[in-house]
């Protein structure tokens, strides 16, 4: 479901008055609260996941296409459509080595893909020994603006594909500064032009990515713009 800037900043905002506590009951009041076993509706559907041809995602080294870190690139300008903007919660959690499991909700009751929240926390704290760390994250619809090339010339991804991408516990402080952007220029209810830059980040030990979004302005003036 569409979602705008407010109550995204409401979420950021609600999330971090509940770190202490392990169900984050403000953040579900700030999108729509499911039913406990309510019927699946349309609304559901859409809500469970983006409908996208292809995933952007960033390490250390860059950003790449898919689940695989080839062809990596360090910065690309997309179209973001503010109203498509998803924000959710979610953690992560690892048993004796194993792959991490992740849960994710949208309405602070129900787990996406199936379950309940409540449970799926105390499931995580039974295997664990310890509370989850749950963090605020956002899914972000995007549109590739031009043709993506390899440094052949080969074109990998088409513009106009779309695009999806979900920050990461260290990624979403960035995405708010974007966002309190897009505010004070008044563009929180359309479609924005951003430039996507990746920045190498390191400490005690660890390595990793994140995206910086970087405001351009207003989709719409910027095409009547260029094609003058």
Same mark, same amino acid.
Do not use: C
């Given at each position: 479901?569409?979602?705008?800037? $407010? ?41 469970? +996941? ?11 080294? +860059? ?19 503010? /109203?498509?903007? /998803? ?20 309405? +602070? ?36 603006? $031009? ?13 106009? /594909?779309?695009?999806?991408?979900? @920050? ?8 708010? @500064? ?26 005690? +030990? ?23």
């Amino acid at each position: 479901m569409a979602t705008n800037l $407010e109550e995204i900043m409401k979420i950021a905002q609600a999330a971090q008055a509940a770190a202490s506590s392990i169900v984050p009951a403000t953040a579900a009041q700030a999108t729509q609260v499911a039913t406990r076993g309510h019927d699946m509706t349309l609304d559901d559907v859409l809500s469970n +996941g983006m409908a996208v041809d292809v995933w952007l995602k960033v390490n250390y080294n +860059g950003m790449f296409w898919g689940s695989h870190p080839k062809n990596l690139f360090e910065d690309v300008i997309v179209d973001i459509d503010m /109203t498509e903007i /998803t924000p959710h919660q979610a953690f992560k959690y690892t048993v004796n080595g194993g792959n991490p499991v992740y849960k994710k909700t949208r309405d +602070g009751v129900n787990v996406v893909g199936g379950g309940s929240w409540d449970d799926a926390i105390a499931q995580a704290k039974r295997l664990t020994n310890k509370d989850p760390d749950i963090f605020t994250s956002v899914d972000i619809l995007m549109v590739l603006v $031009e043709d993506f090339k390899d440094s052949k010339g080969n074109v990998l991804v088409e513009a106009g /594909t779309d695009i999806g991408h979900t @920050t990461s516990t260290t990624n979403f402080k960035p995405f708010k @500064t974007f966002l309190r952007d897009v505010a004070k220029k008044n563009l929180k209810s359309g479609v924005v032009r951003v430039k996507l830059t990746q920045e190498s980040r390191e400490a005690k +030990g660890f390595s990793w990515g994140i995206i910086n979004f970087n405001l351009l302005g207003s989709a719409d003036e910027m095409d009547v713009a260029q094609a003058a």
